[in-house]
């Protein structure tokens, strides 16, 4: 069946550490994001990319980095400058074509600092 | 000033009633796109219905509808014939035409801070 994967499902970070999230969709999706949702909150977007070899900054940037070296996979690492990385990490695709094309949703991966 | 706005952070509903969850947006962008998602509590996020901004009828989904009024900018979920597994936090959520020439968050969406259903039994 064609959809989001995100691994690992949980995560925990030692203070310092960087940790990769994965991200992995087989829907032929142009567009790909990353959200992050705090206890209580609703989404807010780190970083998408509409294609390949290229991806823009969203509204918390800070502390992470992606890369998108393949159509099918957007890593997501949270940096040691991420100084608060506790939260529920979203992935999310979308096909370019149509403005009420929704983003389809991976399970997430819950990040802890140990 | 938030750009959406849901005022029910949680709500009690009987089962087989329907129910509204309400959100209201702001935008000056005259083309925008609204959706609604569920998120139980596995953690997933399923994509319920859109309303685009210059749809003249209001968006239908099985027992999902949209009642869509645009001068008061709002877009309030209709869920009818309540059930045990509708139990859920919905978000509401907005995509802006202009976000995508912005850069800094250009061509995401928008969520509101949910709204966390309870059907009861």
């Known amino acids: 069946d064609g959809g989001i994967t995100q691994s690992p499902k949980y995560l925990f970070r030692k203070e310092g550490q960087n940790v990769t999230l994965s991200c992995e969709q087989n829907?032929?999706?142009?567009?790909m994001y990353w959200y992050r949702q705090d206890p209580g909150q609703g989404l807010r977007l780190i970083y998408y990319?509409?294609?390949?070899?290229?991806?823009q900054k969203g509204d918390i940037a800070e502390g992470y980095s992606v890369s998108r070296e393949k159509k099918e996979s957007f890593p997501l690492t949270v940096t040691s400058a991420q100084k608060n990385p506790t939260a529920f990490y979203l992935c999310?695709?979308?096909?370019?074509?149509?403005?009420?094309?929704?983003?389809?949703f991976g399970d997430g991966t819950r990040l802890s600092i140990l | 000033a938030q750009k959406i706005t849901q005022t029910q952070p949680g709500m009690f509903v009987q089962e087989k009633e329907a129910v509204t969850l309400d959100c209201t947006y702001d935008t000056s962008d005259p083309s925008y796109g609204l959706f609604w998602y569920k998120q139980p509590s596995s953690g997933e996020m399923i994509f319920l219905i859109y309303q685009g901004s210059y749809d003249q009828q209001n968006a239908t989904e099985g027992r999902y509808s949209l009642n869509f009024q645009k001068a008061r900018k709002s877009a309030n979920l209709v869920i009818s014939a309540s059930q045990l597994g509708d139990s859920a936090m919905y978000f509401c959520?907005?995509?802006?035409?202009?976000?995508?020439?912005?850069?800094?968050?250009?061509?995401?969406?928008?969520f509101g801070k949910g709204t966390h259903l309870i059907i009861q039994p």
């Open positions: 990319s509409q294609i390949v070899n290229d991806f």
């Open positions: 829907l032929n999706h142009d567009a």
């Open positions: 999310a695709s979308r096909a370019r074509r149509g403005s009420n094309q929704p983003q389809h």
């Open positions: 959520a907005m995509r802006e035409a202009s976000r995508r020439d912005s850069g800094g968050g250009a061509d995401g969406l928008t």
